[in-house]
Nanobody
C-alpha cells in the first residue's frame, strides 16, 4: 500500500493561492489519485481526481479555481488552488488507489490510501 505525505497547507486571505503537494512512497504511475477535504463538523468532500492518463475531474464548487496534476517521474501529486474562499477552509488529504477503473471526484473518498492531511485556512 502506498504511503502519502501532504505538504503546503497554510493560512491565506480570501483571493489568495496555495499549492498542495503529496509525495508518494512508491511509483504512482499505476494509481488513481485525488484530493478530498474535510471541514470541522462536515463530511469528506472530493475536490479533484485524476486518472492514470492525466484526465481530471472537479466539482462545480472548485472548477476553474483548483487544478490537479501529477508527476509520475517524481511520484508527486499537486493541487493548485487559486482565488481561495473562506468556504475552502478544511483539512486536505491526498488519496490513491490501484483499482482498475478510476473514479470521478465524487467517489474518491472510497480510495484505499490517504495521507495525514494538510490544513488550509482562508480568512481575512
Amino acid at each position: 500500500q502506498v504511503e502519502l505525505v501532504e505538504s503546503g497547507g497554510d493560512s491565506v486571505q480570501p483571493g489568495g493561492s496555495l499549492r498542495l503537494t503529496c509525495k508518494a512512497s512508491t511509483s504512482i504511475a499505476k494509481y488513481c489519485l485525488g484530493w478530498f477535504r474535510q471541514a470541522p463538523g462536515k463530511e469528506r468532500e472530493g475536490v479533484a481526481s485524476i486518472d492514470r492518463s492525466g484526465i481530471p475531474s472537479y466539482p462545480w464548487s472548485v472548477k476553474g479555481r483548483f487544478t490537479i496534476s501529477r508527476d509520475n517521474l517524481e511520484n508527486t501529486l499537486y493541487l493548485q488552488m487559486n482565488n481561495l474562499k473562506p468556504e475552502d477552509t478544511a483539512m486536505y488529504y491526498c488519496t490513491a488507489d490501484s483499482r482498475d477503473y478510476c473514479f470521478d471526484f465524487d467517489r474518491i473518498i472510497e480510495y484505499g490510501s490517504w495521507g495525514q492531511g494538510a490544513q488550509v485556512t482562508v480568512s481575512s
